[in-house]
């Protein structure tokens, strides 16, 4: 996508109104959900024109499943693991982590759209403005869910067994789309406070490698440092890895995963009031 300057098309907008960030009741909510339904046409349509895009997409979980589950698959032992293969083991760090590089990087697109005014253009279209960001954080959730059904298929192919069947295979995408939702606010944030892509993609690669591996996707925390296992409790990426984890391997345990979703909610709150109150700055 070029990134040139484009002439502001109109007039800067008003500052938002509480009606703006609400679709009115009746057909003001059958109006917000056919302007989302549009947007992320629009998202959908792009990805489709771009077909290598569309091949790392999808290639992409099933590359962090079969590179690091067999590369690590002959380094564990039984201590570590008692009764786990690697692989299996593997399967929740590999789902998690494709969806945590999906939504991290969902803000890039509006970056790119204040970049070049389209995003300033749109703003004074005849929608509501909150269209503008839940038609982001539809698409990318459902492109992260599709991801992680393409992960669990792949790891079926490979002897993988989800222990919940199924049912657990819908809790697994639930809990995707809480730790997704948490990840998509915090890229909105550096979207909107960033002035240009350079600096956005710079912030993400450095903050990728240490919220991977002080978590519990690679490894368990059993086996860290105490320093790393202290900052592996305060990591997100943890909780979500721990509740699929569970989910696959061990059966339905709902004392540890309703501790891991409440603490992806609370995730999900802090981010969401943080991204509103940004949101309201850079919609204005």
Known sequence: M???TVERQASVPPAL???????????????FADENAVLMGRWFSR????????ATTLAQPVLWLLLFGHLFSGMTSAAVLPGVDYLTFMTAGAVVMTIYNASINSGVELLFDRETGFLERMMVAPINRLSLVVSRFAYVLLVSSAQSVLILAMAYALGVRVATGLGGIA?????????????????????????????????????ALPLI???????????????MRALAQLNPMTYAVDATRSLVIYGWDWTLVGAMIAALLAFDVVTLVGASLVLRRGLS
């Open 2 to 4: 070029s990134v040139g």
């Open 17 to 31: 109104s509480a009606s703006d960030w609400h679709a009115e009741p009746g057909g003001g909510l059958r109006a």
């Open 47 to 54: 990805l489709r024109r771009e077909r290598l895009s569309l």
């Open 171 to 207: 809790m697994i995408l639930a809990v995707g789309v809480l730790f997704g939702i948490g990840l998509v606010s915090v890229s909105m944030i550096l979207a909107f406070s960033i002035k240009r892509h350079g600096e956005f993609f710079t912030l993400i690669g450095f903050m």
């Open 213 to 227: 591996f002080l978590s519990s996707a690679l490894a368990p925390t059993s086996v860290m440092p105490p320093w």
